[in-house]
Nanobody
Framework: QVQLVESGGGLVQAGGSLRLSCAAS????????MGWFRQAPGKEREFVSS????????YYADSVKGRFTISRDNAKNTVYLQMNSLKPEDTAVYYC?????????????????WGQGTQVTVSS
């Protein structure tokens, strides 16, 4: 129903910035929560941030609040994750996600649809 493709990952020094993009296609996103999860080496996948496609309301994990910004471009069917002040502990594969749920439910429940992931590596 929804296909998600991430891009924008790469290697960056601590303190630097990256912007991830997630291009969505398929069923309309009007009622969806969109978001980002990440999985670091040896760790479980964790919630990063979510956004309501319709309203633009946002929600963040405490670990990224104040450093990361999630946004969406409705005309391009694209969700972004602007990552500033990156730390080595931000190193992970970042996954775009979508689901018919609230932005807060995505944190606890996961998602219905997933992208393939994009690698973010932050060097010390």
């Amino acid at each position: 129903q929804v296909q998600l493709v991430e891009s924008g990952g790469g290697l960056v020094q601590a303190g630097g910035s990256l912007r991830l993009s997630c291009a969505a296609s398929g069923r309309t996103l009007s009622s969806y929560a969109m978001g980002w999860f990440r999985q670091a080496p040896g760790k479980e996948r964790e919630f990063v941030s979510s956004i309501s496609w319709f309203s633009g309301r946002t929600y963040y994990a405490d670990s990224v609040k104040g450093r990361f910004t999630i946004s969406r471009d409705n005309a391009k069917n694209t969700v972004y994750l602007q990552m500033n002040s990156l730390k080595p502990e931000d190193t992970a594969v970042y996954y775009c996600a979508a689901g018919l749920m609230t932005i807060t439910d995505m944190r606890g429940r996961g998602a219905d649809y997933w992208g393939q992931g994009t690698q973010v590596t932050v060097s010390s």
